[in-house]
């Protein structure tokens, strides 16, 4: 892992530094939430020496072939998604033609990152693909009210048997690729993160997860919870 040039504190001196203080906290509290703060600033470093080893990369595997998608303006090429930037990022989202509606985690995610999606978009090219016919998902994105994200149809299944799923599952996949020099690489994959990573009694998250659903519910006593998952509707 790219190691870091800085000379860092140690993390319990500075959690031991701090002066935040809450009325009516008591010295147990305090204690433990000083050795919490520890800890997360060394999961802060950790993040960012991941970061740091990530963007580090050697260069990945290029395109072999011509990936084509369908858009509101028709056929467009993977060349195309990136649009006026060096690196793409790709969401594949579940909503195959065998399904009824589309997954709910991946509506709960893409809905939080609508909200994200010009921001995100002055950096990288943020795209969602997803296997049923363009017009089924604009639909949803009518009915669902977003208004940032580039939606397209993944129409000949190439792009998902390659890079998502050899059976052409309908399942979830972020994956990043660049532009150098006219050639597409694959830069980063969470692909690997599967359930085959996953520890005893975890769910096979990303990490960092990017779905922000997690990252607030994780502040909380309760946390995630062991059998809750968002829904397309709580009427």
Known sequence: MTDDPRILLPAGQLAAGSAVRFPGESPEYRAARTALLADEIELRRHIERVARARRALPPGPP???KYTFVGEEGEVTMADLFDRHDDLVLYRYMY????????????SQMSA???????????????????SP????LAFKRERGWKH???YSDASGDYT??????????????NVFTRRDGTIRLFWSGNEMDGGTADPGEDPRGAPDPMPLWTILDLTPGGRGADWYPKLSYA
């Not at 363009?134 to 998902?137: D, H, Q, S, T, V």
């Not at 048997?161 to 972020?174: G, I, K, M, T």
């Open 96 to 107: 195959g033609p065998e399904r009824k509606r589309p997954c709910p985690m991946c509506t």
């Open 63 to 65: 395109l072999r072939r």
């Open 161 to 174: 048997r390659d890079y998502v799923s050899a059976e052409d599952a309908d399942v979830p996949s972020l």
């Open 134 to 137: 363009i017009e089924r998902l």
């Open 113 to 131: 990152w609508d909200g994200e999606a010009e921001d995100i978009g002055q950096r990288v090219a943020f795209v969602m693909v997803a296997r």
């Open 149 to 151: 994200l580039r939606i």
